[in-house]
């Protein structure tokens, strides 16, 4: 089975981090780019952070660079996204994807044929 697991939302403070987890299954991890995207009510859906696992190729929204990083554990087959400095602006539906997109095409474009997981929510209170 071909599946995405993300896991790690929570409520925060303001200023504070949290460590989302997108734990990979069922696929050739190396093969793929994976994304980091959220959405908020009222809001369109926001490409955070992708990472090209082969090679390590990273791209951050504007709106996160210098808080938030992609590490990856290949090992276990989990990407994660480091975030800190949190703010209520953050708060958000927190969802992963899987492709073969480079890592630009996928966070700012629409994926719409790609893997998702089913998400988990970031709530940062002010």
């Known amino acids: 089975e071909v599946q995405l697991q993300a896991s790690g939302g929570g409520l925060v403070q303001a200023g504070g981090s949290l460590r989302l987890s997108c734990a990979a299954s069922?696929?050739?991890?190396?093969?793929?780019?994976i994304g980091w995207f959220r959405q908020a009510p009222g809001k369109e859906r926001e490409g955070v952070s992708c990472?090209?696992?082969?090679?390590?190729?990273?791209y951050y929204a504007n709106s996160v660079k210098g808080r938030f990083t992609i590490p990856s554990d290949n090992a276990k087959k989990t990407v994660y996204l480091q975030m800190s400095s949190l703010n209520p602006e953050d708060t958000a539906g927190y969802y992963c994807a899987v492709d073969r997109l480079t890592v630009e095409t996928m966070c700012v474009l629409p994926p719409t044929d790609s893997l998702w997981g089913q998400g988990t929510l970031v709530t940062v209170s002010s």
């Open positions: 990472i090209k696992i082969s090679d390590g190729t990273t």
């Open positions: 069922g696929f050739t991890f190396d093969d793929y780019t």
